[in-house]
């Protein structure tokens, strides 16, 4: 069969960010903002066959056709579809755009921040899409080109077993609900600890992620946290570095001593423009700036 690659990538483009060109009119250019501005996030997909975004190849009638025999069907992965839907549904809704080329607003007030469910659901919306488009001749719910799919390494972000070793999945103490528990594992050779003798579990033993209750049934007992002496006091107390050091006068007493010790200074005082110019007057006429 022929072979089709497809890559993705994701790219953020700010109303306000400094690029290398700009419209002008008449020469003149809007003046730029401080800040970047609030910004969409672009997921697409090209290939060298269809170019960026499939191309035109994805007209409405075509979209009508992949919206019917989308209907009454769940995404593969139901629970990342459950995450990115805000209606918690794992069901395939209607597309009203080429899925090729996702706008996405991001951000803690827009739709979030793109992670694992947002791909996994925008992959599935392009097959359908592909499908519909290059129907297999024996089986018509598949592609008749063989696909192969490119990611962007950034699209797993926050992805991880659902029981896998994660802080977040561990509890310091037993008890709680709602946290799924986390997998065992078994030591089988010496590649699965470390260097560190003392107090490590032997070659074969099991290493359990959650806290087991004892033999009758009961609470196990929680865990022994040991916390740090205090550090001893010293007995020598530490000296003070700015102990005995005088502070330089502030520049607004500095400049009435100054006119105070003779009005005539006033003018001179008055148009200097740094501390170290008063500080000089002063000096000259005997005052002393500390």
């Known amino acids: 069969p022929i072979l089709i690659r497809f890559g993705q990538d994701e790219t953020i483009k700010r109303a306000y960010q400094l690029n290398d060109c700009s419209w002008t009119i008449d020469g003149e250019r809007p003046e730029r903002k401080k800040g970047l501005g609030p910004g969409i996030m672009i997921s697409g997909f090209t290939s060298r066959e269809f170019g960026f975004g499939i191309g035109s190849l994805l007209t409405a009638e075509v979209l009508e056709k992949v919206n019917r025999q989308r209907e009454g069907k769940s995404y593969a992965d139901e629970d990342a579809a459950k995450e ?62 063989e696909l192969q799919f490119e990611f962007d390494s950034s ?44 107090g490590r579990l032997p070659i074969g033993s099991t290493h359990v992620g959650s806290f087991e ?20 006091l010293l007995d020598t107390p530490i000296p003070n570095q700015f102990e ?9 007493d500095l400049a009435n001593e100054i006119i105070g010790h003779d009005p005539r200074l006033r003018g001179m005082v008055d148009s200097c423009r740094t501390v170290k110019e008063v500080q000089a007057i002063a000096t000259s006429v005997g005052i002393d700036i500390q």
């Open 84 to 145: 990115r839907n805000k209606n918690r549904s794992a069901e395939k809704g209607p597309l009203k755009e080429n899925p090729f080329v996702h706008l996405f607003r991001y951000g803690v007030t827009g739709s979030g921040y793109w992670g694992y469910a947002d791909t996994v659901c925008q992959l599935e919306d392009c097959y359908d899409c592909l499908v519909v488009l290059f129907p297999d001749e024996n089986d018509g719910s598949k592609c008749k080109y």
């Open 244 to 252: 005995g050091k005088q502070k330089n006068k502030k520049r607004g």
């Open 213 to 232: 209750n004892k033999a009758d049934g009961s609470d196990p007992d929680p865990p022994v946290v040991s916390k740090p002496a205090n550090p001893p």
């Open 155 to 198: 699209s797993g972000h926050l992805k991880k077993l659902e029981t896998g070793l994660a802080a977040t999945n561990m509890g310091c103490y037993f008890g709680g609900e709602g946290k799924v528990a986390v997998r065992e594992t078994v030591l089988k050779d010496e590649s699965c600890v470390g260097e560190h003798e003392e």
